[in-house]
């Protein structure tokens, strides 16, 4: 059996050729994607200022193969980012991912005698 690690992904991306509907929908909903809804999960969460209504970005929990490394961690939250953005009718382009694999990741502690 392969290692597993946990990547955070970050994906941005701007929205595009969105309809008056969806429009409407996404500024009537600003308050619930706001800096307070930025959360790691499987499902993502969505964030976006409302104005202007341009950009956005989803964050992601994705465990996968160690082998296959931080590029598939990324490419796997962009698929999940495309999917819930098109079950909900929102049109955009240019989807871009920041990946940190949380099992490589160094921590740094402060030492004893400096706290």
């Known amino acids: 059996m392969s290692e597993q690690h946990t990547y955070r992904v970050i994906v941005r ?3 595009d050729g969105l309809t008056e509907e969806a ?12 800096m ?25 929990v994705v465990v996968s193969d ?11 939250a962009e698929d999940r980012a495309e ?6 009718g929102y049109g955009f382009r ?3 991912s920041t990946v940190t694999d949380l099992d490589t990741m160094k921590i740094n502690r402060k030492s004893a005698s400096r706290r």
């Not at 160690?66 to 796997?76: K, L, N, P, S, T």
Request: charged letters at 25%; a negative charge.
């Open 13 to 15: 991306g701007t929205w």
């Open 23 to 34: 429009r409407a929908r996404l500024l009537a909903e600003a308050a619930d994607h706001g």
């Open 36 to 60: 307070a809804s930025m959360r790691f999960s499987e499902e993502g969460s969505l964030s976006y200022e409302p104005a202007p209504l341009k950009h956005f970005s989803m964050r992601y």
């Open 66 to 76: 160690a082998a296959d490394g931080e590029e598939m961690a990324g490419a796997i």
């Open 83 to 88: 999917t819930a953005l098109r079950a909900l």
């Open 94 to 96: 240019d989807l871009r």
